[in-house]
C-alpha cells in the first residue's frame, strides 16, 4: 500500500494544472491534456517499447531515428507563452550523425514551437535540441543539449555541460520565467540566463518535435534529430524540477538489476 501511495504521488506530475500540450507517444500523436492539440506523425516515425525508467514514460515511445521524420503540431495561439516549461525525454545514440547532408549538421531538434520556416536566426520560438557535431566557426558541443528563447530584446542560447550521446533516456527542460530562462538536464541545472526582459517572439509555423527550423528548398525541416522522443510536455509556468515528468533513473534502475541478477547468481 505505501508503494502504491508513493507511486501515486509521482504519477502527480503529469497532472499539472497548466499543461499546455502533452505528447505520450502511446502509440499515437495525441494531445493528453485536453486541449486538443494533437500531432501528426511525417515521414518514418515508429512507436518502440523502449522506454525511460520514469514512471511518466508510460509503454511507448517515439522512434524518430529515421532521416526525415518529425511530428507537427499546427499552430495554435495556445503556444504563444511568456513564460513556460518546455520538457521531454530524449535518447540519442553515441552516433547520431544524419546521414542525408541536406538535413544538416549543426543541432537536432527535440521539440521547439518554430516561429517562421525561412532561412534565419533564433526562428524557433523556443525549443530544445541536442548539438551534433562541432562545424569550424560554431560553438557546437557534440552531445551537449542546447535551448533557445526569441525575444523582442534578442535571441538567447543556453547550452549543457552535460553530453547525453550515450544511447539512454534523459530528461531535458527549458524554463522561462519572462526574465530567468533555464536549461535543465536529468533535472539538474546545466545553464542559466537572467536578467532578460522584452517578450518571446511568436509566429504561426507549427511545433515540431524531431525536426528543426528551416524548410529548405527541400520543404523538409533541417536539423532532424536522429534518435528517440518521449513524453513531449509544455506548460504555461516555469516548473521546478520536482514539478517535472519524474525523470528516469538508468543507472539506478542498471544497478538494481545487476543486484538482482547477482542474487540469482549466488542462489545457483
Ligand atoms: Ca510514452
Ligand atoms: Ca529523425
Redesign the pocket.
Known amino acids: 500500500m505505501r508503494c502504491a501511495i508513493f507511486l501515486l504521488l509521482l504519477g502527480n506530475a503529469s497532472l499539472h494544472g497548466g499543461t499546455v500540450a502533452h505528447y505520450r507517444f502511446e502509440n499515437d500523436y495525441t494531445d493528453s491534456s485536453g486541449n486538443g492539440l494533437d500531432g501528426a506523425g511525417n515521414g518514418a516515425l515508429a512507436f518502440d517499447s523502449n522506454v525511460a525508467a520514469s514512471d511518466d514514460a508510460g509503454s511507448s515511445a517515439l522512434n ?7 511530428v507537427s503540431v499546427s499552430h495554435n495561439a495556445a503556444f504563444e507563452l511568456q513564460t513556460f516549461t518546455l520538457e521531454a525525454f530524449v535518447r540519442v545514440p553515441t552516433q547520431y550523425t544524419n546521414t542525408v547532408g541536406t538535413v544538416g549538421p549543426n543541432s537536432q531538434y527535440i521539440a521547439h514551437k518554430l516561429r517562421s520556416t525561412s532561412s534565419g536566426s533564433f526562428l524557433s520560438s523556443y525549443g530544445i535540441s541536442v548539438d551534433q557535431s562541432s562545424s569550424a566557426g560554431s560553438n557546437l558541443q557534440p552531445g551537449a543539449v542546447r535551448a533557445t528563447i526569441a525575444l523582442s530584446t534578442g535571441g538567447i542560447s543556453l547550452t549543457s555541460n552535460a553530453a547525453i550521446n550515450d544511447n539512454a533516456w534523459h530528461h531535458v527542460a527549458l524554463t522561462f520565467s519572462g526574465t530567468v530562462a533555464t536549461l535543465y538536464v536529468d533535472g539538474r541545472v546545466e545553464d542559466v540566463i537572467g536578467g532578460l526582459g522584452g517578450s518571446v517572439l511568436h509566429g504561426d509555423a507549427p511545433f515540431l518535435v ?2 528543426g527550423n528551416f524548410a529548405g528548398s527541400t520543404s523538409v525541416f533541417r536539423r ?3 534518435g528517440w522522443v518521449d513524453e513531449v510536455r509544455l506548460t504555461n509556468t516555469t516548473l521546478s524540477p520536482s514539478e517535472f515528468l519524474v525523470v528516469p533513473e538508468p543507472s539506478t534502475a542498471l544497478l538494481g538489476c545487476l543486484g538482482l541478477a547477482g542474487l540469482l547468481l549466488r542462489r545457483r
Open positions: 524518430a531515428t529515421a532521416d526525415f521524420d518529425y524531431g525536426s532532424n534529430l536522429d
